[in-house]
């Protein structure tokens, strides 16, 4: 493995004119044309802001800055994670690297579920929708947008985590094809009913003690809580293969254009955070 892992250059490719690898600079193409999209976003939320209507809500009987900075540190701390992915796949150390991959799938989906109750808070309880102030209109416009771009980073981590199983001769293992629609089937049931059962319970939390709000959650989720034990038990069954894996540190370009997607994320909430919630305390 150390021999092998001498003979790859992860950041040249003497093969294209520009010695940057294709893919990496298709991402970053990409990523360009996104950082423009972007800020035209950002620019119409902050003209908006700064010569607000007659009757627009104040921002400041709004936003829960809490729960936001709570949301803000860990989709950071995913960008942590990602990083440890694509160093560990490039030392080809494969079970190092789904592991990370994990996390930051478990931290995307955190932020996910922070952004889905903020929504859901802003419309039933503060009566702020898209369609009813300009706030609303350009809040929810960005901070769609940009969860759904973590909504896609994260079903391509996932994609990338079950790939990563795929056996090195399929001709030997032939239901690896139906053994991945089975994990992909697992991680949307696991990851669909984990949010559905967060936001249930905080939601009961919020109208009752906590006491009540555990019992009144157990006797009406049951089902959901079971599918979501199954879900988690199919998954880590899925996981235990013998077999060789068609994956390596050859594949380490893959991990880092995913990474570089991830960091961009990342770095645009950054600046939405900034000039979107902190800037109305200044």
Known sequence: ???????????????????????????????ASD?????????????????????NPSPRDIFNPPLTSFSTFILLMSSLLMALAVNAIQRGNVRSMRHMLLGTIFFG????????????????DKHMTISNCILGSTFFTLTGTHG???????????????RSFQPADVSVNRLWFGRNLLHIAGFIAAIGLSMYL????????QASSWSVALSGFLRKDALAIAGAII???????????????????????????MGLYWHFVDIVWIV????VYLLEYI
């Open 272 to 275: 939405i955070f900034t000039v």
């Open 231 to 257: 879900a988690y038990i199919g998954l880590n069954l899925l996981t235990r293969t013998r077999s060789a894996v068609d994956f390596g540190e050859a594949n380490a370009i893959d991990v880092e254009s």
């Open 109 to 124: 989906c955190i932020f996910l579920t922070c952004q889905v109750y903020e929504f859901t808070d802003f419309v039933q």
């Open 1 to 31: 493995m150390s021999s092998h892992a001498t003979t790859i250059d992860h950041h040249h490719d003497p093969s294209t004119t520009t010695g940057i690898p294709n893919k990496k600079l298709l991402m970053w193409t990409f990523l």
């Open 198 to 205: 967060v936001l249930d319970f905080v939601h009961m939390v």
């Open 148 to 162: 759904c771009h973590v909504a896609i980073g994260v079903l391509w981590l996932v994609l990338m985590y079950i």
């Open 35 to 55: 950082c423009m999209f972007f800020g035209c976003l950002i620019s119409t939320h902050l003209i908006y802001r700064l010569h607000p209507p007659p009757g």
